[in-house]
């Protein structure tokens, strides 16, 4: 794909992710007892949108008619507007992810029509069940550490990932655990966290859908 494409998009990405950032600093997802939290954490807004944005665009668009990676960077602009919420006050709203799952969904079956294959998107809704299963079962053990939205976040990027292939899902979910318990530590001997304190595990798992997408076919250059 001509690099002036991946420009393009990244160029895009910028501007979404300003409008993004606009709308974090207004604090509309803060419910009435977040009001008092500091400022939250979207000095990355931009550059992280612009760089997923470009990112899933390069890896989705060579082997997929348009249809696949316009989806992909939608899914990327959400996942970075629910990333930078969970970072501020560990929460994924309802409001966000109940109809994403209607959405994407919608969204993987127009794909699959496009492509003429259907095959990925049966997969996508058994690999999205199957997460949603793990993570509940990951959140009703004590002490798991993974709250509901968590749980269905894991529905959404397991339909996400599931659309390409298994490899993607176990990668995806491989890389979270990774990514997940190396902040988990991190924090620990920052003492930025205490044993039983609760850390954001949404940006990991989005971190490492998004890893299980871009990195293969980066790896795959070298």
């Given amino acids: ?17 300003a409008l993004l ?12 007892d977040e009001r008092e939290l500091g400022r939250p954490p979207s000095s990355w807004v931009v550059p992280v949108t612009a760089l997923l944005t470009a990112g899933l665009w390069w890896a989705t668009a060579p082997d997929h008619s348009p249809v696949v990676p316009a989806v992909h960077v939608l899914a990327g602009w959400t996942m970075v507007t629910l990333g930078f919420i969970d970072l501020d006050v560990h929460r994924l709203p309802d409001r966000i992810q109940l ?6 969904a919608t969204l993987l079956a127009i794909c699959s029509l496009v492509e003429g294959e259907w095959t990925p998107f049966v997969r996508a809704l058994v690999a999205g069940v199957a997460l949603f299963v793990l993570y509940l079962v990951l959140a009703l053990l004590p002490g798991g550490g993974i709250g509901f939205g968590d749980v269905k976040l894991a529905g959404l990027l397991g339909m996400l990932l599931g659309w390409h292939t298994w490899t993607h899902v176990v990668q995806g979910t491989m890389a979270t655990f990774l990514i997940g ?3 988990a530590v991190a924090l620990l001997a920052l003492r930025r966290k205490g044993a039983r304190d609760e850390f954001a595990y949404g940006p990991p ?6 890893g299980a997408i ?4 980066l ?4």
């Fill in 1 to 17: 794909m001509p690099d002036i494409d991946v420009l393009v998009l990244a160029a895009l990405g910028v501007v979404v992710g």
């Fill in 21 to 32: 950032r606009s709308r974090l600093v207004q604090l509309g997802h803060r419910l009435d």
């Fill in 99 to 104: 109809p994403a799952f209607p959405t994407l």
């Fill in 181 to 183: 318990g190396v902040v």
């Fill in 205 to 210: 798992m989005l971190v490492g859908a998004a």
């Fill in 214 to 217: 871009i990195v293969p076919p």
């Fill in 219 to 222: 790896l795959a250059l070298l």
